[in-house]
T-cell receptor, first 110, second 114 residues
């Protein structure tokens, strides 16, 4: 079955330290993966998509099909990165469906 | 550019009642999807509407139904409410029915079923 897992519910790092938010997926097709972020008192919003191969706010994510992972990384965490992060998988059948992981709450300690 | 708006922001119902939640999509968007987010979990896909027709559905029973109107606004209706329906309901709009475009989310409606 199609599934997205994020093994860490909470992750705390110090400002300036590297951060990695883990995401693993199970999907038999060709995956399209996303990271969404929700800052305090703001709406859920797209952070990045793997098909765009972009870097947003210093974050990058590489799709590793062998390990079925799409981990989100940033070399130097900032306090404003503190938020809830959701990994999501676009699942294609006769129609499209987006499956979200359970989320990881990132706290950057000053 | 007007963002996605949802109403009401909070709602309290009792078990067995029916509820209607509303969503106005972002200007220029013709696709609306609805999600249920229980406390401590990620959003769960309920269904999607494209140009007034349902074209995608998650693992939710038929008592969850929806509508999309010609102006692309949308409603989510839930009949025979159960306690487990208590959650945050999110609406998202996009300009592409394929869902691989960016989703723009509303702030959600917090539903409590007593």
């Amino acid at each position: 079955a199609q599934r997205v897992t994020q093994p860490e519910k909470l992750l705390s790092v110090f400002k300036g330290a590297p951060v990695e938010l883990k995401c693993n997926y199970s999907y038999s097709g060709s995956p399209e993966l996303f990271w969404y972020v929700q800052y305090s008192r703001q709406r859920l919003q797209l952070l990045l998509r793997h098909i765009s191969r972009e870097s947003i706010k210093g974050f990058t994510a590489d799709l590793n099909k062998g390990e079925t992972s799409f981990h989100l990384k940033k070399p130097f965490a900032q306090e404003e990165d503190s938020a809830m992060y959701y990994c999501a998988l676009l699942y294609r059948t006769s129609y499209d469906k987006v499956i979200f992981g359970p989320g990881t709450s990132l706290s950057v300690i000053p | 550019e007007t963002g996605v708006t949802q109403s009401p922001t909070h709602l309290i119902k009792t078990r067995g009642q029916q509820v209607t939640l509303r969503c106005s999509s972002q200007s220029g968007h013709n696709t609306v999807s609805w999600y249920q987010q229980a406390l401590g979990q990620g959003p769960q896909f309920i269904f999607q509407y494209y140009r007034e027709e349902e074209n995608g559905r998650g693992n939710f029973p038929p008592r969850f139904s929806g509508l999309q109107f010609p102006n692309y606004s949308s409603e989510l209706n839930v009949n025979a409410l159960e306690l487990d329906d208590s959650a945050l309901y999110l609406c998202a709009s996009s300009s592409n029915r394929a869902l691989n475009e960016k989703l723009f989310f509303g702030s959600g409606t917090q539903l409590s079923v007593l």
